[in-house]
Nanobody
Framework: VQLQASGGGLVQPGGSLRLSCTAS????????IGWFRQAPGKEREWVAT????????EYDDSVRGRFVVSKDNTKNTVTLQMNSLQPWDTAVYYC?????????????????WGQGTLVTVSS
């Protein structure tokens, strides 16, 4: 199983970035994909989840209305569209896969993790 996160970079405040997570070895019909982030000196925090199957989505309050998570089951790819980025969004972003979406959201737990991609929001 491999999760490959990509798309990070440097963006100015108010800008947008799109992160991608390509999963191999797991089916998005079975596994939910969560996005997490970890800012320097802080604990890792849950950001959003797209559930398995038809893919209902969930967001942390800090990103709801600015971030959109979507997926393409046929391509085994999950996208996190991040808009109106602010300096406090700066972090390493990780995608993770687990069959239990509740474990992802409330336990910060996932069976498989990607390597992370750095997002820096700065002028």
């Amino acid at each position: 199983v491999q999760l490959q996160a990509s798309g990070g970079g440097l963006v100015q405040p108010g800008g947008s970035l799109r992160l991608s997570c390509t999963a191999s070895g797991v089916s998005l019909d079975v596994y939910s994909i969560g996005w997490f982030r970890q800012a320097p000196g802080k604990e890792r925090e849950w950001v959003a989840t797209v559930r398995s199957g038809d893919g209902p989505t969930e967001y942390d309050d800090s990103v709801r209305g600015r971030f959109v998570v979507s997926k393409d089951n046929t391509k085994n790819t999950v996208t996190l569209q991040m808009n109106s980025l602010q300096p406090w969004d700066t972090a390493v972003y990780y995608c993770a896969a687990d069959q239990g979406y509740l474990r992802i959201r409330y336990g910060g737990y996932a069976e498989y993790w990607g390597q992370g991609t750095l997002v820096t929001v700065s002028s």
